[in-house]
C-alpha cells in the first residue's frame, strides 16, 4: 500500500507563489507517474500536472506558464511550484502516484485571495 504525505498548502495573495510537495511511502515511486489533482468547492476534481518516471511533463491548460512540476527521485518526492496564483487556483489539491490504479494523498488547501 502506498501512503502519500503533501505538504506546502496555504494562504497567499494573488500574484504571490507556493511550493507543494508530496513525500511517497515507496521507494519505487521513481518509475510510477506522479502528479497533481484539484478540486474546489462545488466542483469537480480537476487534473493539474503529471510527470512520468521517464519525466515526461503534462499539464492542464490552465495552469501552463505559471506551474511547474518536477520530481526527486532519490527522495521519493514530487513538488508543484505554483507562481502568479489566482483566485481561481484556490482548491484542495491532492497528490497522486499511478500504479496499476490511483493512489491519493489527504490534500492540502490552497487559497488565493484577491
Known amino acids: 500500500q502506498v501512503q502519500l504525505v503533501e505538504s506546502g498548502g496555504g494562504v497567499v495573495q494573488a500574484g504571490e507563489s507556493l511550493r507543494l510537495s508530496c513525500a511517497a511511502s515507496?521507494?519505487?515511486?521513481?518509475?510510477?507517474?506522479m502528479g497533481w489533482f484539484r478540486q474546489a468547492p462545488g466542483k469537480q476534481r480537476e487534473f493539474v500536472a503529471t510527470?512520468?518516471?521517464?519525466?515526461?511533463?503534462n499539464y492542464a491548460d490552465s495552469v501552463k506558464g505559471r506551474f511547474t512540476i518536477s520530481r526527486d527521485n532519490a527522495k521519493n518526492t514530487v513538488y508543484l511550484q505554483m507562481n502568479n496564483l489566482q483566485p481561481d487556483d484556490t482548491a484542495v489539491y491532492y497528490c497522486?502516484?499511478?500504479?496499476?490504479?490511483?493512489?491519493w494523498g489527504q490534500g492540502t488547501q490552497v487559497t488565493v485571495s484577491s
Open positions: 497522486y502516484l499511478y500504479r496499476l490504479r490511483h493512489y
Open positions: 510527470t512520468t518516471g521517464g519525466g515526461f511533463t
Open positions: 515507496d521507494t519505487t515511486a521513481s518509475i510510477n507517474s
